[in-house]
């Protein structure tokens, strides 16, 4: 499991977003949001992030640590290009925070804490025990769009996946080393907090 969790993970959320942007990608490509740049824009970025961490665990699985730090740049840049396309999309579709759904709000608040987790991620890339936590967690953080797309609209199943891979977390962390690690619980602390306070606003 220590050698090939994130592998499997990583490789799950890209199957994901394939599955949940399936008709953008293949089956659909003339609708509308194909013709939109802010939308095609911001959809290359999420889907390179995806691509690239699936990439990166697979590299460190297989013992290919140099690819991995060369690629990390690129990765690096590709969370600069999701932020900053991601806030350009919500500026373009604003509406007032009482007029968002519950997914809207605790997106407007999850995409700068996924920022940041990349951000910490990066300056932490020296001490693998925080760096592969901060890029799954903040991952994680950005799955409402395709988890909901993923699992068509079923609200049971939307929540099943994502609570789930958060306890995969947590199993890892204790099968790998008896304990949680302070990436886990704080960054899935977080989440239950932003989740509750949009819930009640």
Same mark, same amino acid.
């Given at each position: 499991m220590q050698r090939n969790y994130f592998s499997v993970v990583s490789s799950l959320l890209l199957l994901f977003t394939l599955i949940g942007f399936q008709d953008n990608l293949f089956t659909n490509i003339?609708?509308?949001? /194909?013709?939109? $740049? =802010?939308?095609?824009?911001?959809? @290359?970025?999420? @889907?390179?992030?995806m691509i690239v961490f699936a990439v990166q665990a697979n590299l460190i699985r297989t013992g290919r640590f140099a690819w991995h730090q060369q690629v990390g740049m690129v990765g690096f840049l590709i969370a600069i290009g999701v932020t900053i396309s991601t806030v350009y #999309?919500?500026?373009? #579709?604003? =509406? $007032?925070?009482?007029?968002? $759904?519950?997914?809207? =709000?605790? /997106?407007?608040?999850?995409? $700068?804490?996924?920022? @940041?987790l990349m951000l910490l991620a990066w300056l932490n890339r020296s001490r693998p025990e925080f760096h592969k936590r901060m890029i799954c967690m903040g991952t994680l953080y950005m799955l409402s769009p395709v988890l909901g797309r993923a699992s068509g609209g079923v609200v049971i199943a939307f929540y099943i996946v994502w609570f789930g891979l958060f306890a995969s977390l947590f199993a890892y962390d204790w099968i790998v080393s008896r304990k949680i690690h302070p990436v886990t619980y704080l960054g899935f602390g977080w989440f239950l907090v932003v989740r509750t306070v949009c819930d009640m606003t």
């Open positions: 003339g609708q509308e949001s /194909n013709r939109d $740049p =802010k939308f095609v824009i911001h959809g @290359l970025f999420c @889907l390179a992030w #999309v919500f500026a373009e #579709v604003w =509406k $007032p925070w009482s007029e968002m $759904p519950l997914r809207a =709000k605790a /997106n407007r608040i999850l995409l $700068p804490s996924y920022s @940041l």
